[in-house]
C-alpha cells in the first residue's frame, strides 16, 4: 500500500471509529425517521366530523353533496399529479384536471372515482401506488340524544358537549369540528368545537346563499331551470398546462436529487472540514508530525488526508442517500412520492458524471481550504479566527443563491454564480435538474477544474512549508509569500 | 563507507542562519554524538538529513544517497518533540511507521510484537495512547523509530523527559544497535550521555563546526591539568603554564592545581621531577570531562 494510502486509512480509521462519526452518520436518518413518526403518530387527523339538523329536509343534502364533489375535486387533482408524475392519461381523459368544473367532477364520480380512473390509467409496475386524499370531512348523523325538531337553542345546548370530544365516525373517532342547524325559516344555526374551519363554514354558507338565489330567482319569474343554470353559469376560462413532465412542478421534482446533492456537498464539507482541521491541530500540536514527515513527503501527507477525509465525507454522504433510497423504495410517504419520480428524472447518460464531477471538485476546493487553515492554526481558537470568514464567505452565499435558483433557476444570480468557481459546484449542482446548457457544463466545469487544480498548488505550498512552524499564523502578506514560494 | 555525509550546508531562515557551512561525516557502524547547546543547529541538521528541510547551499549524503523518502526503509528517527497519535493502540503506532517505511503488514507487525515485549509494552499492546503514562508514549515513540531494525537511527534529544531506569533501557538500546553493525547518531546537550555513549562526536556552536572526532581528541582539546603534593612551588617546572595552590601547608607539604602548556605531556613532567629531585608526594593527572570541553570550545554562550 502507498504512503498516500496509509495516511488516507490511518485518518478514515480512526474517524469512523469515534462515537461523534458514529452519531453523525445516525443523526440524520434517525431525525427523518423520527421526525416522520413524530408526524405520523401527535399529527392530529386531518379528518373531522360534522352533523347537520335539517328538518325541513332539502337543505342538508345539498350541502353534503357539496362537501362531496369538493372531495372528489381534490381526489381528482390528485390523481392528476400521480399521471404527471409517471407520465399516465389524466384520470378523466383530458388534461383539466387541475381546473374541473361540477360537471367533470360528476363525471368522474360516475366512472368510479379514483378506483376506476386508476383502471384506465394502467399504471406501470414500478410506479408508487396511488394514495386516496382523507377526506377533509365527514358527515355523521346527529347523535339520538340531540333533539332536532325543538329548535335551534334546544339543538345548540344538546350539541355542545359532543363539539369538545370526538365522535364516532365510519372512519373511527374524529373531532366533531362543526354542528349545523337548518331551520325551515331565519338565518342557518352554526356551532365549532373553536377550531375554525372556515373551509367547510364556507361551503355550508356558499351552498346555502346558492340555495336562497334560487329561491329568489324563481321567487321573480325565473323558471327553475333557467334559474339552475344562472347559478351553474362560470366565466369560461382556458387553462394552458404544460404537457406532462413539463412545467413547474415537474421542474421541482427534476431538481429534487441535484438540490439535494448541493446541501449534502455543504453538509459533508462542513463535518468533514471540522474533522479535518481538528486532526491536523492535533498533529501539530502534538509533534508527531516531524516522525510522520521523515518517512512521508509533505505532498503525500496532504494528498493522504484529503483522500481519507474524503471517504470519510462519502461514507456519510453514502449512508444518507442510502437511507434516502431505502426510504423511496421501501417505505411509501413523502419521502418516496418525491424521490422516486426525481430519480427516475435522472436518465440523460451525462448527468450522474457530471453530477459527480461537481460534487468532487466541490469537496475537494473546500477540503482543501480546512486543512490549510489546520495546519496554519496551533489551536482551535487560532482556526476560528480564519474559519469564520471562510465558512461565512461559502455559507450565506450558497444558501441566498439556492432559494434564488428554487424561484428560478435560470435567473440572473444562479447564473453568474455559476461561473464563480467557489460557488459552481453549488450553483451547478442546483441548476443541473431545471436544464443548463452544454456550454455553461463545460465552460464552468472547465474553470473549476483550473481553480482546484491552482489551490491545490498554492494551497499546497503553504501546507507544506506551515506543518513544522510555530508560533503566531502567518499575517496575509507572509501567507500570500508562502503561497507564491516554490 | 560512510553513513552520513555533509559538505558545505548552509540553511537560513530569513536573516538567521541556523547552520553556516556545516561539514562532517559520520563513519558507518558505531554512535555519533551530535553536541550542541539550545540553538546550536542541532535539530535543523537531522531535519534536513532526513529531507524534511532543504538546505540553501551545500551537499548532503546519507547511506551514500541523496536525503529523500526512499531512505525511509533503512533509517529510524526519535524527533525531539515527542507526540503520537492520542487514540491509536500502542501495537497499531508502531505497525503504521513500520508500514510508512516500506514494511510489509506481517513484517510490521512481527517486529512491533517484539519490540513491545522488548520495552516492557506487551500489557499495554491493545491501549490507546491517551491512557499511557509519557513514561511509555516514549517507549512506543522508540519502537516506532526501530520497527524497521533501520541501518541508520537519528534520536533528537532522546533522554529527555525520560526517567534514569528508562535512560539506561535506551542506553542499552543505543550501545546494541551499535554492536549489531547500525549506525546510531544522536544529539545531545547533555554531555554526559555523549561521554558514556558516543564513540566519535562533533560539537556545534551558532550552526558552525567547532570540533570534530573522538572522546580522546576531543579531551586532548584542553590543556592537561594536574593536582600535585609537593614542598616548593612547580609553577618554575619546565612546562608548567601555571600552579596555583589549593590549600594550606601541612609540615611542608602543599597541593598544587597544575595546567601544563599545550602540547606538553604529564609524562615527561613526572620524569623531571624524578630525575631533578623535585620532592612530589602525589601526582594525580586530571582528565577533564566533555562538559569541560565543551565549555573550553564553546565557552558560556554556547548554551
Known amino acids: ?486 | 563507507m560512510t553513513a552520513v555525509v555533509l559538505d558545505g550546508v548552509v540553511k537560513r531562515f530569513g536573516d538567521f542562519t541556523a547552520v553556516d557551512g556545516l561539514s562532517f561525516s559520520v563513519p558507518e557502524g558505531g554512535v555519533f554524538g551530535f553536541l550542541g547547546g539550545n540553538g546550536a543547529g542541532k535539530t535543523t541538521s537531522v531535519r534536513m538529513m532526513l529531507d524534511i528541510l532543504r538546505p540553501d547551499s551545500g551537499s548532503i549524503a546519507i547511506l551514500g544517497r541523496a536525503p529523500s523518502r526512499a531512505n525511509a526503509p533503512q533509517l529510524g528517527f526519535l524527533p525531539e518533540e515527542r507526540g503520537l497519535y492520542r487514540l491509536m493502540t500502542v501495537t497499531d503506532t508502531v505497525v503504521y511507521f513500520g508500514r510508512l517505511k516500506g514494511m510489509t503488514a506481517a513484517d510490521a507487525v512481527r517486529s512491533a510484537g517484539a519490540l513491545i515485549e522488548r520495552l516492557g509494552l506487551s500489557q499495554w499492546a491493545r491501549t490507546t495512547i491517551d491512557k499511557l503514562s509519557k513514561g511509555m508514549s516514549q517507549k512506543v515513540q522508540l519502537a516506532a523509530a526501530l520497527v524497521n531494525a533501520p541501518r541508520l537511527l537519528i534520536l533528537d534529544e532522546p533522554f529527555s523527559g525520560l526517567d534514569p531506569v528508562n535512560q539506561g533501557v535506551l542506553e542499552e538500546i543505543v550501545l546494541e544497535m551499535a554492536r549489531g553493525g547500525s549506525t546510531v547518531i544522536f544529539s545531545t546537550h547533555v554531555m554526559q550521555h555523549a561521554e558514556r555513549l558516543s564513540d566519535r562526536l562533533l560539537l556545534l556552536a551558532h550552526g558552525r563546526k567547532v570540533f570534530e572526532g573522538t572522546q580522546a581528541e576531543a579531551r586532548a582539546q584542553l590543556p592537561p591539568r594536574l593536582r600535585l603534593t609537593a614542598r616548593a612551588d612547580p609553577a618554575q617546572l619546565p612546562g608548567v603554564a601555571s600552579a596555583v595552590a589549593a590549600g594550606m601547608a601541612e609540615n611542608g607539604w602543599r597541593e598544587w592545581d597544575v595546567t601544563l602548556a599545550p602540547g606538553r605531556a604529564p609524562a615527561d613532567l613526572l620524569q623531571h621531577c624524578t630525575a631533578s629531585g623535585f620532592a612530589l608526594r602525589s601526582f594525580d593527572l586530571y582528565r577533564p570531562s566533555l562538559h569541560d570541553v565543551f565549555l573550553h570550545l564553546v565557552g558560556g554562550g554556547g548554551r
Open chain 1, 1 to 486: 500500500m502507498n504512503r498516500i494510502l496509509l495516511v488516507a486509512r490511518r485518518d478514515f480509521l480512526q474517524i469512523v471509529s469515534t462515537r461523534a462519526f458514529k452519531i453523525t452518520l445516525l443523526i440524520v436518518p434517525l431525525m427523518l425517521g423520527l421526525v416522520s413518526l413524530g408526524n405520523a403518530l401527535l399529527r392530529p387527523p386531518s379528518t373531522v366530523a360534522f352533523v347537520m339538523a335539517d328538518p325541513g329536509g332539502r337543505v342538508a343534502p345539498v350541502i353534503a353533496h357539496r362537501v362531496e364533489l369538493d372531495y372528489q375535486r381534490q381526489v381528482m387533482r390528485d390523481l392528476s399529479d400521480y399521471a404527471a408524475r409517471w407520465k399516465l392519461p389524466p384520470p378523466i381523459g383530458d388534461q383539466a384536471g387541475y381546473r374541473t368544473d361540477d360537471a367533470a367532477v360528476e363525471r368522474f364520480i360516475a366512472q368510479g372515482g379514483a378506483g376506476g380512473a386508476l383502471a384506465r390509467m394502467h399504471p406501470p409496475a414500478g410506479a408508487g401506488a396511488f394514495k386516496l386524499p382523507p377526506p377533509p370531512y365527514l358527515r355523521v348523523a346527529v347523535p339520538a340524544d340531540v333533539p332536532v325538531d325543538r329548535g335551534a337553542e334546544a339543538f345548540g345546548r344538546a350539541i355542545a358537549p359532543y363539539l369538545a370530544n370526538d365522535i364516532e365516525t365510519e372512519q373511527g373517532k374524529r373531532p366533531l369540528a362543526v354542528a349545523v342547524y337548518i331551520p325551515a325559516r331565519g338565518p342557518l344555526r352554526l356551532w365549532s368545537n373553536g377550531r375554525n374551519d372556515n373551509g367547510l363554514i364556507d361551503t355550508i354558507q356558499q351552498e346555502r346563499t346558492r340555495l336562497l338565489r334560487m329561491a329568489l330567482l324563481t321567487a321573480n319569474g325565473v323558471s327553475s331551470a333557467a334559474a339552475a343554470q344562472i347559478e351553474k353559469l362560470e366565466a369560461p376560462v382556458a387553462v394552458s398546462a404544460p404537457p406532462a413532465g413539463s412545467g413547474r412542478s415537474q421542474l421541482m421534482v427534476r431538481s429534487f436529487v441535484p438540490l439535494a446533492l448541493a446541501y449534502l456537498l455543504l453538509t459533508a464539507v462542513l463535518i468533514t472540514g471540522g474533522m479535518m482541521l481538528q486532526g491536523v491541530i492535533e498533529e501539530r500540536s502534538n509533534r508527531l508530525l516531524e516522525a510522520v514527515l521523515a518517512c512521508v513527503e509533505p505532498r503525500e501527507f496532504m494528498v493522504g488526508k484529503l483522500v481519507g477525509l474524503g471517504a470519510v465525507g462519502l461514507t456519510i454522504v453514502a449512508a444518507w442517500i442510502g437511507c434516502a433510497l431505502l426510504a423511496a423504495f421501501f417505505i411509501d410517504g413523502a419521502i418516496a412520492n418525491y424521490l422516486q419520480p426525481s430519480l427516475a428524472a435522472l436518465n440523460q447518460p451525462w448527468m450522474i458524471p457530471v453530477l459527480a464531477f461537481y460534487f468532487f471538485c466541490g469537496y475537494l476546493m473546500l477540503a482543501m481550504l480546512y486543512l490549510t487553515i489546520g495546519s496554519l492554526s496551533n489551536s482551535m481558537q487560532d482556526a476560528q479566527a480564519y474559519l469564520m470568514p471562510v465558512t461565512m464567505a461559502v455559507l450565506l452565499p450558497v444558501m441566498l443563491m439556492v432559494s434564488a435558483i428554487i424561484r428560478n433557476p435560470s435567473g440572473l444570480l444562479p447564473r453568474v454564480m455559476s461561473w464563480i468557481p467557489l460557488y459552481t459546484p453549488f450553483a451547478m449542482l442546483a441548476r443541473l435538474g431545471s436544464g443548463v446548457t452544454l456550454v455553461e457544463i463545460l465552460g464552468t466545469g472547465l474553470l473549476l477544474a483550473i481553480f482546484v487544480s491552482l489551490e491545490l498548488l498554492l494551497l499546497g505550498r503553504v501546507f507544506r512549508a506551515s506543518l513544522l512552524n510555530t508560533g503566531q499564523p502567518p499575517k496575509l502578506g507572509a501567507f500570500l509569500k508562502l503561497m507564491l514560494d516554490r
